[in-house]
Every structure is written in C-alpha cells, then in structure tokens.
C-alpha cells in the first residue's frame, strides 16, 4: 500500500516511488495469493445476493402475487365501483 496515490501523470515525483516500490517486491505478491472462497462457496454467495437486490427493486404489483401464494394476503380496502356514465337520448319535445 502507497500512502498516497497519483494517477494519470498528476504527481510524477509519488508515481516514481510507487514504481520504485513495485520494483522491490517484483509484482509477486499478487501472484502468490490464494483464493480464501471457492468458487462454488462464491456462486452461492452471489445468488442470494442477487436474490436481496432483486427484492429491493420490486414494485407493489410485483410483490403482491408472491404474499398471495404464501397465504399473506394484507387486508384492503374493498374496491371502488365507479358508476358509468350512458349517453341519454334528447326528448323530442
């Protein structure tokens, strides 16, 4: 670790540091790490995550199906009959 960082040539002075420093361990140190998580411990990982996000992102249609099927249902307020309006005939008097 650097304790500052320059990018893109901003600060030629720490970017030859950082170089230098690079040059002493020789880039290995990267090469001999070893992966803490399989692979498949990471895939199952993944999938939940994916799982969490998802539902965040859900809008209330999208929800209300799946509270149904779990027998959830939320009490609501029943529903609005709208009366609808005919065209009524002129007299003809």
């Known amino acids: 670790m650097y304790p500052r960082r320059s ?4 600060n030629p002075a720490i970017e030859k540091l950082m170089a230098e420093k690079d040059g ?10 070893e992966a803490d998580v399989t692979d498949v411990q990471m895939a199952d990982h993944y999938s939940s995550v994916v799982g ?6 859900r809008t209330k249609r999208q929800r209300s199906p799946s509270q149904e099927q779990a027998g959830e249902r939320t009490p609501s307020r ?3 009959l ?3 309006k ?3 005939r002129p007299s003809d008097e």
Do not use: H, N
């Open 7 to 10: 990018y893109g040539g901003q």
């Open 24 to 33: 002493q361990t020789g880039g290995a140190a990267d090469e001999s790490m």
């Open 52 to 57: 969490t996000i998802g539902k965040k992102f």
């Open 78 to 80: 029943p529903p609005v």
């Open 82 to 84: 709208k009366k609808v």
């Open 86 to 88: 005919q065209f009524l």
